[in-house]
């Protein structure tokens, strides 16, 4: 089985249809959603992801249907259905049936889907700086996981693979380092740990807030603050903190190249201590 889906109160197998072209979600994307990784026979911190989903379903100006602890129920079920080591992409995710611009929150839907996805190669990427940058608070719905964010994403995506690199750095509109296109940023400069302070233009991560946890539990500096291009440019080690693929050290930012320190795999390892004990 390699995908299943949870659809008005049954599981089933592959990818339904169960959103019409009249559905507010397809034409005004008022679609949020989450995402849970499962490995290794665990599922860290789906509560926290439950709890986002449901804060982000608000934000859109949803009602949600289910509780945090139903869908977190819900997960758990749906990962017991694939085998002990395979490796899950879970996505809970609400969205608007009905609406004229604004959703009707009376009309919101639930859905939930399960996949196979292989955790990415731990060897690393590579970034650009991109000329996408994420919007101001009052411009969009920067505090909750919207399918409607994503377009600028992938626009910042495609600008960087069409130069050669898989990933990008997207700045804030202050001109300030915000996070990489798919996943938080962390840097490391002489053994302390520098990240990006949440300002209400990008989402402050939970694997981020994990990771950063991890490391100063084990003694080592993790601080926020205002990160410039040329910070990151001139760091030890670079690396990403995501839901997809964890903890995933920077390569090379343009013409130049990283080794995988060992702040970087220390922060790896430590975060697949948590998990798989979780």
Same mark, same amino acid.
């Given at each position: ?127 650009? /700086? ?12 920067? &505090?909750? $996981? *919207?399918?409607? %964010? #994503? ?98 050290? /920077? ?12 702040? &970087?795999? $220390? *922060?790896?390892? %430590? #975060? ?7």
């Amino acid at each position: 089985m390699e995908s299943l889906a949870y659809i008005n109160g049954s599981w089933v197998a592959g990818n339904p249809p169960f959103v019409g072209p009249g559905d507010h979600a397809l034409w005004m994307a008022s679609t949020v959603f989450d995402g849970i990784r499962a490995f290794g026979n665990s599922i860290p911190d789906s509560e926290l992801h439950c709890r986002r989903l449901i804060r982000s379903a608000e934000v859109m100006g949803l009602t949600p249907t289910l509780s945090a602890d139903d869908i977190h129920g819900l997960v758990e079920d749906g990962v017991r259905r694939f085998s002990r080591d395979a490796e899950l992409y879970i996505r809970p995710m609400f969205w608007a049936s009905e609406g004229w611009a604004v959703p009707i929150a009376e009309s919101t839907q639930f859905a939930l889907v399960i996949r196979e996805a292989p955790l990415p190669s731990p060897d690393g990427f590579s970034a650009c /700086l991109s000329t996408v940058k994420r919007p101001l608070p009052d411009t969009a719905l920067t &505090t909750a $996981k *919207a399918a409607c %964010l #994503y377009p600028a994403t992938a626009r910042a995506l495609r600008l960087a693979r069409a130069s050669g690199f898989d990933n990008a750095i997207v700045l804030d509109p202050f001109g300030n380092v915000a996070e990489f296109a798919t996943a938080n940023l962390f840097i490391v400069s002489k053994g302390q740990v520098f990240t990006p302070t949440p300002n209400g233009t990008f989402l402050d991560g939970i694997t981020k807030q994990r990771i950063a946890a991890i490391l100063e539990r084990e003694g080592v500096s993790v601080t926020e603050t205002v990160l410039r291009y040329e910070d990151v440019e001139r760091a030890d080690e670079v690396f990403a903190t995501g839901n997809y693929g964890k903890v995933m050290p /920077l390569r090379r930012l343009a013409n130049r190249e990283f080794k995988i320190g060992p702040v &970087t795999r $220390k *922060a790896r390892q %430590l #975060y697949w201590d948590f998990a798989l004990g979780h």
